[in-house]
């Protein structure tokens, strides 16, 4: 079992930053590959970022891709997302979520747990 908590949403102007952080519990987070995923108002879930298990390997949508950096801490069941440079489209409910395994999926159903979510709101 694993439960996710994230942090760090808020209201930014367009061009600016945001850290987005997952806190997870368990002793096991190094046994799962994470993501973060977004869902805006009126619109499906979608995938924005994942990394492998032991952070060898990440993997972005091409709509964040060049601005967002996903990243884990492992030694502190953490995981983060940097989000730079971002766009009113980037305002959206972020999810954090574990897929059991060393590999990132981009979809939604091959994740088993998921955080809360945290607000990010962009203004033009």
């Known amino acids: 079992q694993v439960q996710l908590v994230e942090s760090g949403g808020g209201l930014v102007q367009a061009g600016g930053s945001l850290r987005l952080s997952c806190a997870a519990s368990g002793r096991s987070f190094s046994r799962y590959a994470m993501g973060w995923f977004r869902q805006a108002p009126g619109k499906e879930r979608e995938f924005v970022a994942g990394?492998?298990?032991?952070?060898?390997?990440?993997y972005y949508a091409d709509s964040v891709k060049g601005r967002f950096i996903i990243s884990r801490d492992n030694a502190k069941n953490t995981q983060n997302l940097q989000m730079n440079s971002l766009k009113p489209e980037d305002t959206a409910v972020y999810y954090c979520a574990a897929c059991r395994g060393p590999f990132a999926s981009r979809r939604l159903s091959d994740y088993d747990y998921w955080g809360q979510g945290t607000q990010v709101i962009v203004s033009s």
């Open positions: 990394i492998r298990w032991n952070g060898g390997g990440t």
